[in-house]
């Protein structure tokens, strides 16, 4: 199947699944899942494979075994193709529109360890910074959730970098609220275009940190 464009439908069921999270809703709107949501958005992933490689599409169905929302449909259709040193990139459809990013999400300790010492290293911390600035202007901003409220042991709070010090992923991120461009065939390459920016972010984490060498953490 060829990408035709998402359609309004498309972030219309999320907006009205926040409110009709049920089982019931859901299976009288499956068919609408399926044509408006899933099926472009793998024939999306189709299309810019040769690129970037094939995709991880993740479930619609949230796990609540652990979890106090019991809520039995994610808010969100997602996908992210892990690429060199491990990073990733990744794409969310949702009422709010497409989310675009990609980096390290939930790195190993020794990679925040590094992460943090070259932030504070005058040395080197400029290609950081350049790096940040390209980002910021191709639209994509740092991940800030999950962030210290306080400095990392070691570090002070009127550290200059403080802000880069308390981050505790290695992300950016870059809503597209929804618009024509994304019901056109082209929206395909502007996905592409967005992947390549955060490919760019992605080759600075992994020449300056690399991967992981810690055991992955349960999950």
């Known amino acids: 199947m060829s990408f035709a464009g998402f359609t309004p439908d498309t972030f219309a069921f999320f907006a009205e699944l926040e409110v009709n999270n049920t089982k019931a809703w859901w299976e009288l709107n499956k068919a609408r899942y399926e044509a408006s949501v899933r099926a472009p958005l793998l024939a999306l992933l189709e299309e810019i494979a040769p690129e970037f490689g094939v995709a991880k599409v993740y479930r619609p169905y949230r796990d609540t075994r652990f979890s106090l929302d019991k809520t039995p449909y994610k808010d969100r259709a997602a996908a992210a193709v892990f690429t060199t040193g491990s990073t990733g990139v990744y794409l969310e459809i949702s009422a709010r529109g497409l989310y675009l990013g990609g980096g390290y999400w939930m790195p190993g300790k020794d990679q925040i360890d590094r992460f943090r010492s070259l932030i504070d290293d005058v040395r080197y911390f400029g290609d950081l910074e350049a790096t940040v600035e390209e980002m ?84």
């Open 136 to 219: 910021a202007e191709a639209g994509f901003a740092l991940y800030q959730e999950g962030a210290l409220k306080t400095a990392p042991r070691g570090f002070t709070p009127d550290h200059p970098r403080i802000h880069l010090l308390r981050l505790k992923h290695m992300v950016v991120e870059r809503l597209e609220v929804p618009a024509e461009w994304m019901y056109q065939t082209s929206a395909a390459q502007m996905v592409a275009n967005h992947w390549r920016k955060v490919m760019i972010w992605n080759e600075w984490l992994v020449e300056n940190l690399g991967p992981s060498t810690e055991p992955p953490k349960p999950r």
